[in-house]
């Protein structure tokens, strides 16, 4: 049997086309491999939003390139957005790459693949570039393929992403994703329907939309335009499923149909990832983020209005083009003063073919990023620590995904009635660990909140519910590190 081996390296985009990228070679009778040692092709699934991501690739594919001397038959594939972006590049650095597949072509990777074996030699399939052909052309160069789906590659097999749209035309300066991933298109609601009742058939409980701005999806047919909010409507209808997310919205098209939709609808949990990416209006402006502070303070407002109890999450680079210390000051402020839950923050990296790399100098010396970075993680750690705090000596639903960190790590393999310290996360997406008979996973179970940190929740299960009736044929997974939120797909 042909062995496969992915390496993912990214945001839930990428986890995703992953997923669907195993699905379709599955069809063709390949296997996951046990290590990368054993497989007889080795795929990278790239991103091209930090310089780090990039460099980590490069590292490994040196690494690998001993294994392709050893065995010259090896597959080395290189997908995604470095490889659309840096097409020319991958293969100059590492000749001994035999594929390199954009985004917009992953589902041709199993021809491709064929087309190795077959003596073709190497193979290059990506997208048109944003430049030179029009609209139309460039978007029809990003194809779909989102049906294929292979559960084994999941987290866990009761959560799952589902794509609204592809691509982004929002173009913010310091961004790369509209270049690799093209114009926005979003996908016919009934197709997201259709897809969400099959993952509910497979035994998924919660599902998280995702788009580089999912808050921007619109499908217009028949005279009648679906939203998010009209779309979230449809899936909350949908039976068995009884968690709907989304991610990642842009501040501008939170709308109030929106937030109300969020407020009213039982299934969609209070948890919104919002991005402010800086406290500056000068910095949001060389940013080209089309929003002012004010703005996006209002907006976080409405939210605070209509639902005081969500958590709102945040993006922000630090050490961006020309950021003096007043502007940074600001961004402190912000963080020190909006609540956010947590906030995913990033030193600027910048990116070939963006409007900053172009037009704006990279002036903010290293050490003073890092400064800065470290200044604002420990300002939101306190924030957060402090929204943590509130729930002490409450009660919440948690959906328990499997063993923590601490016990993953332990090697700890418990049976389904064994006891062990788990993990799930409550309706506003906060973190919770417990100790639990590991049947408890995959169901959602009141936990009685006792305690809390920065990042996560610790508790006890809720009386009599230690005695639930398990799952059929329940698995169990570990999770992303409590200490570290995971990067959310988006701008």
Known sequence: MKRLWIETVGCQMNVLDSELVVAALRREGWALAGTQAEADAVFYNTCSVRQHAEDKIYSAL??????????????????????????????????????????????????????????AGPQLEVSFDRKGKSRDEIARSFESYDPDRDPGMRPTPFQAFVRTQTGCDK?????????????????????????????????????????????????????????????????????GLDRIKFVTNYPRDMTPDLIAAVRDLPKVCHYLHVPAQHGSDDVLLRMKRGYTIGEYMEMLARVREELPHAAVTSDFIVGFCGETDAEFQTTL???????????????YSPRPGTKAFDRLPDDV??????????ALLEAQAEVSLAGNLAFVGTRQQVLVEGLSTRDEKKGVQ???????????????????????PVRLVGRLVDIDITSA???????????????????????????????????????
């Not at 409980?205 to 999912?214: A, D, M, S, W």
Request: charged share 20%; net charge positive.
């Open 414 to 436: 418990p049976g389904p009635d064994g006891v062990a310290q788990l993990t799930g996360r409550t309706m506003c997406d906060r973190i919770v660990v417990f100790d639990a």
């Open 333 to 347: 402020d912000l963080v020190r003063t909006a609540g956010f839950k947590n906030s995913f923050i990033f030193k």
């Open 62 to 119: 040196g690494r690998v390139r001993l294994e392709k001397e050893k065995r010259p038959d090896l597959i080395v594939g290189v997908l995604g957005c470095m490889a659309q972006k840096d097409q020319a590049l991958v293969r100059a650095r590492a000749p001994w790459v035999d594929l390199v597949v954009g985004p917009g072509q992953l589902h041709q990777v199993p021809r491709l693949v064929a087309a190795i074996q077959a003596g």
């Open 453 to 491: 940190g920065a990042w996560s929740l610790a508790g006890i299960v809720a009386d009599g519910l230690a005695d639930a009736v398990p799952l059929d044929a329940v698995r169990v997974h570990s999770i992303a590190p409590l200490t570290k939120p995971s990067t959310p797909a988006g701008v």
């Open 171 to 239: 173009f913010c300066a310091f961004c790369v994703v509209p270049h690799v991933r093209g114009p926005e298109q979003a996908r016919a609601p009934e197709t997201i329907l259709a897809e969400a009742t099959k993952l509910v058939a497979e035994g998924c409980r919660e599902i998280t939309l995702i788009g580089q701005t999912v808050n921007s999806y619109r499908w217009a047919d028949g005279g009648r335009t679906h939203r998010l909010a009209d779309l979230l409507a449809l899936l909350d209808g949908v039976a």
């Open 365 to 374: 010396p290293d050490d003073v990023k890092k400064a800065r970075n470290q």
